[in-house]
């Protein structure tokens, strides 16, 4: 689907002659010529206007009545009038219909001073009121979720938060009841509107009708400060607006931007700030005491020394590892300590997964086979393959719905576990877990018409049938094919893909090509910098390849390393195979980490624990999905003796006898840049608050080259047979996080291990919703909750990654596995319905 | 052919042509009239106040020290936290942070009560503008202006200190003084 073509045309306001682009509303129309029309209902990011407020009254000449301005789109020749007294009389009455029942208790309310109702009421309402009877009353303060507090007293019934509900995020929980005076929003059987994006309508409503309860009563805007940055806690990068008050943030929005999150943010971008600010924060370096064994506070000084000399002792058998938080510099930085101070190669920051050659790497990141975000929007197929966005890159999510909706994007999802976009999927195919590689083969040989299509679908447990569609539908469906793919389909399907990609031609099409989401807020921008065994700074050979993350931990376990560098990340959690990490960081010799919360890992093992900077209090640049470089800035001061991430980097390394020469923060981003050929030129000012994408550079030529031709793709493994045992299936859901768990407004929804049966494995087993199971893998045993879902297939079971407790890494070894499931205890009596409504709708619920 | 202007006409009044004996009157006589009321002063008793034993009655409307108000029947505070008062403030002396009043806890009368409340007297300028944003008359400029203090920080009054009843009152000047 082409963008559309903009045409202008010229019309007239107020007497003004004004050309706006053809077909946009009024409103955005009048805007071309500095004539503001007030609004409440109107708003462009929720789609189609539906004209419930009437606040945007204009006369047009030649319509005898006055028409809604954001419902009518603009055309060549048009007179408009916005200040005649038809007008002005409009307006005035509608403000003061809206106020008739509206309880006007501004200086208890939350959105007072920034409030649209108070706006426009102080610019177009009458000043005075004739209403003196009695006005409708309801319950208040009232809790919508926890999260949010709904005052139904205020509202002005403008159908915002529904249409969200409705037509962005499509949860369909929200509604207005009853109907006339007495309509009022909630959810249709009162249940708590809890879903991933729940919290964007705090910021949609024109008025203090929901407002948020984690910044009730908070702060005023006069008392606050806005600070622009982005938010790290997924790979969707989402522009964010911290609200900061006395250097505490208090608040997260919203900063649009439509190259990255289309002006929305999941519940865990605008609520995890709270972590920011926890009790458990550590804000002074920890080191362990050689007599207590205990991690106590000790000086900058000594913490430093006791690291260098850790690092020293490890030498080139010191292996680091970074996180996703981790900013580009941090992590080039590191690899540069590493390389070149400890002489070691083995630096990741692949979250465990395995390592892709660099060959193919350069070749999947060749800027002519990039789509853009943008691009899901307006694509004619879009191929979501091995990720539900949901978990693994929140936002996107949004925009592949509003693709779908709005411009007909024809949406194919191929996952192995039921995805929630599967709804509003034209198809979706499933395959079994560890069957990507041969699903991937399947697909090429669908698409290039070679290759034994019925063995490879056999090989991975999916429909031929289906996969011939898909083909089809995405060899036919238009041009402008974008595949969404996941680095968590490992290494060996990469090929068959680019092969894929190759077929249908994206290389050098604008609008068509390949996104990887990566594992970690800033996962492509660490490979690109060098934070990885096999590929240096700039996706360039490595002097000499390293191990990558998970031969480190049978190297640490096995006594073949012996120190462990930690920027950041949390193997035992994050990684697969937690007790081979678990042993890893027990047998370590010494284990330095930089961290902002204490974990068991830490607690135990770590001989030095740095402080680290909070995503709000961090400088440096990150790297979304499609390229763009965005800038982190700081927001507020650093908390106690906590001291920037570069910074003890570098002063380590002078311990280490290598000066890294960097003094200041964008000193390291300077020598980033000069490092890595395709940033070249890339300064702070540039990349700005919007970002830029280093693909729509000049600098993007110096990107390695790809080997040339079709690569091969190699033989696949077939998915393991079930036989009477289950397919083990992980994901890492959105809610499974450190930071969700230590902040109380999301707590309630940190990820509790459930196990995802299909109802005929459930049966099987004579289980039923909320029994407990235990899965069991060779002699590692979770227990979980059964949580028994309608389009699970048959024969295989999903475990949640990384959850706080009983995580489904514990049974991750070498892919793919079989597990056993069973009955556990005694199964409590729950009824089916109220459990399955967890952190989202589960699409069971939605297809019902 | 001469303009007849009518009532337009407006008479200019001149000043006397200087010189003479009235000219010396006119150049001196102001100055007598001002040191008649000099020279008046000097028989009068003086007008020293011996403060702080005694004080200087203000008027009703003198602009001193702000009191905060609670209600009389119920007893709760006024004050609902919404921070007007520092959104006008000019000097910016004033800080609220607001809390949830909860049923077991309740405060104020409406949903958000003041959990601070300062005003930096070090700072205010006493131009009685935050009693004039304050929605629920819950600020209002008392007439107490004996504030002196040995240290800056004492200067910062809270919300307890803004609520309490002064210790002595200022008088009020009467009706005729
Ligand atoms: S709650 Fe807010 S957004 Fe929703 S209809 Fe009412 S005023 Fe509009
Ligand atoms: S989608 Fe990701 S980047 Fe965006 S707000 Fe949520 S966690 Fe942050
Ligand atoms: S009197 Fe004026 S300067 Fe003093 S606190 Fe009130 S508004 Fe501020
Ligand atoms: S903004 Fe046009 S009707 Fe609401």
């Known amino acids: ?848 | 052919m001469a303009w007849n202007p009518g009532e337009d006409v407006v008479a200019v009044q001149r000043a006397p042509k200087p010189g003479g004996a009235g000219g010396a009157y006119r150049a001196f006589g102001e100055t007598l009239r001002g040191l008649k009321t000099t020279f008046g002063r000097m028989l009068e008793r003086p007008v020293v106040y011996q403060y702080p034993e005694e004080k200087v009655p203000v008027y009703p409307r003198f602009r001193g020290r702000h009191k905060l108000h609670k209600f009389a029947d119920t007893g709760l505070e006024k004050c609902v936290g919404c921070s007007l008062c520092a959104a006008a403030c000019p000097a910016d002396c004033i800080r609220v942070v607001a809390a949830e009043n909860t049923p077991e806890h309740r405060v104020s009368a409406g949903e958000r009560y003041a959990a601070v409340y300062e005003i930096n007297l070090s700072r205010c300028i006493f131009c009685g503008y935050c009693e004039v944003a304050c929605p629920f008359d819950a600020i209002t400029m008392g007439h107490d202006y004996e504030m002196s203090d040995y240290n800056r920080t004492d200067l910062i009054f809270t919300k307890e200190m803004l609520l309490a009843e002064p210790l002595e009152r200022t008088p009020l000047r009467t009706e005729d003084e």
Request: glycine share 10%; aromatic share 6%; hydrophobic share 40%.
């Open chain 1, 1 to 848: 689907m082409p963008r559309p073509e903009r045409r202008f045309v010229t019309f007239s306001i107020d007497g003004r002659e004004v050309s706006a682009p053809e077909g946009v509303m009024l409103v955005d129309g009048a805007k071309y010529g500095d004539v503001e029309i007030p609004v409440f209902c109107y708003e462009p990011k929720l789609g189609a206007p539906v004209g419930a407020c009437r606040m945007c009254l204009v006369e047009v000449e030649g319509i005898p009545k006055l028409q809604t301005a954001c419902s009518t789109p603009v055309k060549d020749g048009m007179v408009v009038h916005t200040q005649t007294d038809r007008v002005r009389e409009a307006q005035n009455s509608v403000i003061e219909f809206l106020l008739v029942n509206h309880p006007l208790d501004c200086p208890v309310c939350d959105k007072g001073g920034e409030c649209p109702l108070q706006d426009i009421t102080f610019g177009w309402g009458r000043g005075i009121s004739r209403m003196v009877e009695p006005k409708r009353h309801f319950k208040k303060p009232l809790e919508l979720s926890p999260l949010i507090a709904i005052d139904r007293e205020r509202c002005i019934l403008c159908y915002r938060c529904v249409r969200f509900s409705q037509e962005v995020s499509e949860d369909y929980q929200l509604v207005l009841n009853e109907r006339g005076a007495s309509t009022y929003v909630g959810t249709f059987d009162g249940h708590p509107y809890v879903a991933p994006f729940s919290g964007n309508i705090i910021e949609l409503c024109p008025v203090g009708a929901l407002t948020s309860r984690a910044y009730r009563f908070r702060a005023r805007p006069w008392d606050i400060e806005g600070a622009g940055s982005v938010c790290t806690h997924c790979p969707a990068q989402c522009n964010v607006e911290f609200t900061v008050r006395d250097e505490r943030v208090l608040r997260v929005l919203a900063r649009d931007n439509e190259g990255v999150d289309d002006g929305w943010l999941c519940d865990k971008g605008r609520f995890a700030y709270q972590a920011i600010h926890s009790e458990e924060r550590i804000t002074e370096p920890l080191v362990r005491d050689s007599e207590s064994g205990e991690l106590v506070p000790a000086t900058w000084e000594y913490a430093l020394d006791v690291a260098a000399a850790a690092l020293q002792a490890g030498g080139s058998k010191t292996a680091a590892l970074a996180g996703g938080t981790t900013t580009n510099e941090e992590g080039f930085l590191l690899q540069r300590v590493v390389r070149e101070a400890l002489k070691s190669p083995h630096v990741d920051s692949r979250a465990g997964l395995p390592q892709v050659d660099l060959g193919l790497q350069q070749a999947l990141a060749a800027p002519g086979l990039q789509a853009t975000i943008p691009d899901l929007e307006f694509a004619h197929t879009v191929l979501v393959l091995g990720t539900d966005p949901i978990d693994d890159v929140a936002s996107l999510d949004l925009r592949i719905r509003k693709g779908v909706r709005r411009n007909g994007v024809k949406l194919a999802v191929a996952t192995s576990r039921p995805s929630a976009l599967d709804p509003n999927a034209k198809l979706w195919l499933r395959y079994a877990p560890g069957g990507e590689h041969a699903f991937v083969a399947a697909l090429e040989a669908a698409v290039t018409g070679s290759g034994d299509l019925s063995a490879l679908c056999d090989a991975a447990d999916a429909d031929p049938k289906a996969l011939e569609a898909l083909a089809a539908l995405l060899k036919d469906g238009g041009e402008d094919v974008v595949i969404l793919w996941s680095q968590r389909l490992g290494a060996a399907p990469l090929p068959a893909l680019l092969n894929v990609a190759a077929a249908l031609r994206l290389e050098g099409r604008d609008g068509a090509g390949l996104i990887e989401v990566p594992v970690g807020g800033n996962g492509r921008g660490l490979r690109e910098a060098g934070v990885q065994s096999n590929g240096g700074p700039g996706l360039s050979a490595p002097k000499a390849p390293g191990k990558p993350a998970r031969e480190i931990a049978a190297a640490l376990a096995s006594g073949d390393l012996s120190t462990l560098w930690l920027l950041h990340a949390d193997p035992v959690r994050d990684y697969a195979d937690r007790r081979l990490w678990e042993r890893a960081a027990a047998n370590a010799d010494a284990l330095v980490a930089h961290a902002t919360l204490l974990n068991d890992t830490l607690r135990e093992h770590a001989t030095v624990v740095f402080p680290a900077e909070s995503y709000a209090e961090k400088e440096g640049t990150i790297v979304n999905l499609d390229g763009r470089v965005q800038r982190l800035r700081v927001a507020i001061g650093r908390p106690g003796a906590v001291r920037a991430e570069w910074q003890v980097i570098a002063d380590l390394s002078k311990r280490l006898g290598l000066d890294l020469g960097v003094l200041t923060g964008p000193m390291a981003t300077r020598q980033l840049v000069e490092a890595v050929p395709f940033y070249a030129g890339l300064t702070l000012k540039e990349i700005g608050g919007r970002g830029v994408r280093w693909q729509e550079r000049e600098a993007a030529s110096a990107a390695p080259a790809a080997p040339a031709g079709p690569v091969e793709s190699g033989e696949p493994l077939p998915a393991p047979r079930p036989n009477g045992a289950l397919r083990l299936g992980t994901y890492r859901p959105i809610w499974a996080a450190p930071e969700v768990e230590v902040s109380p407004a999301l707590k309630f929804l940190a990820a509790k291990q459930q196990a995802e049966l299909s109802p005929v494995d459930a049966e099987r087993l004579g289980v039923d919703n909320g029994a407990k199971v235990s899965v069991t893998a060779g002699d590692a045993t979770v227990l979980a909750k059964v949580f028994v879902r309608g389009n699970v297939p048959a024969g295989t079971v999903f475990l949640a990654e990384a959850t706080a407790e009983q995580s489904a890494t514990e049974l991750l070894g070498e892919a793919p596995q079989l597990v056993s499931v069973e009955p556990y205890g005694q199964r409590p009596p729950v009824p089916l319905e109220g459990l399955a409504r967890g952190a989202r709708p589960s699409d069971d619920e939605v297809n019902s």
